[in-house]
């Protein structure tokens, strides 16, 4: 069973919310983050949480068009991706970390337990 949820087939310019169950990491994680992963290319951070502070960061184009969320309780984490562009294309993976370098934000090689991952297809 994947721990992300919610990809799937959206238009240019579409939503959509993906979710992460994060009762499948670590309980003790220092940050929780989306990661994503297009088509021939490297995976790459798209926004992470600290959970000590709940410090949000966003990288790339996730800015101002993402929101990123935990519901504690639920143990669950959630994407809400709007404006979606054809190049936001890729799997999408929520994954953990116990410990990350200062002065490093959300880079994917800091991350050591990952989900299986959500494809999102943005296209006409």
């Known amino acids: 069973e994947s721990v992300e949820s919610g990809g799937g087939l959206v238009q240019p310019g579409g939503s959509l919310r993906l979710s992460c169950a994060t009762s499948?990491?670590?309980?003790?994680?220092?940050?929780i983050g989306w990661f994503r992963q297009a088509p021939g290319k490297k995976r790459e951070g798209v926004s992470c949480?600290?959970?000590?502070?709940?410090?949000?960061r966003y990288k790339g184009s996730a800015k101002g068009r993402f929101t990123v969320f935990r519901d504690t309780e639920k143990k669950m984490m959630y994407l809400q991706m709007n404006n979606l562009k054809p190049e936001e294309t890729g799997t999408y993976y929520c994954?953990?970390?116990?410990?990350?370098?200062?002065?490093?934000?959300?880079?994917?090689?800091?991350?050591?337990?990952w989900g299986q991952g959500t494809q999102v297809n943005v296209s006409l």
């Open positions: 499948g990491f670590p309980s003790d994680y220092f940050e």
């Open positions: 949480i600290r959970s000590v502070d709940n410090l949000i």
């Open positions: 994954a953990a970390t116990r410990y990350v370098p200062a002065q490093r934000v959300c880079e994917p090689a800091d991350f050591e337990s």
